[in-house]
């Protein structure tokens, strides 16, 4: 380890807990890759799609206490 990395990580640890969170939070985001843009256009168009199912009545929402309830018990 370097003489720089050793001292970062030693001025990091004297953070609060929460400092401490919030700034490996921040470390492993930066090494997250760019979106696929592809991908992003296809999440897009997905979104829009469910969206107007919905605007239209083709479909029914089901609330989120429904929706964790049902999760909660699958996971039993």
Known sequence: MSVVLKKLE???MKLSPRSR???AERLIASLEEAPDPDAVRLW???AERR???LSS????G???G???KRARSALR
Do not use: C, T
């Not at 009545?57 to 029914?60: A, D, L, Q, R, V």
């Open 44 to 46: 897009i168009a997905e």
């Open 21 to 23: 969170a919030r700034l």
């Open 62 to 64: 089901v609330p989120a």
């Open 66 to 68: 429904k929706v964790f």
């Open 57 to 60: 009545g083709k479909i029914k």
């Open 51 to 53: 969206e107007a199912e």
């Open 10 to 12: 030693d001025e990091a």
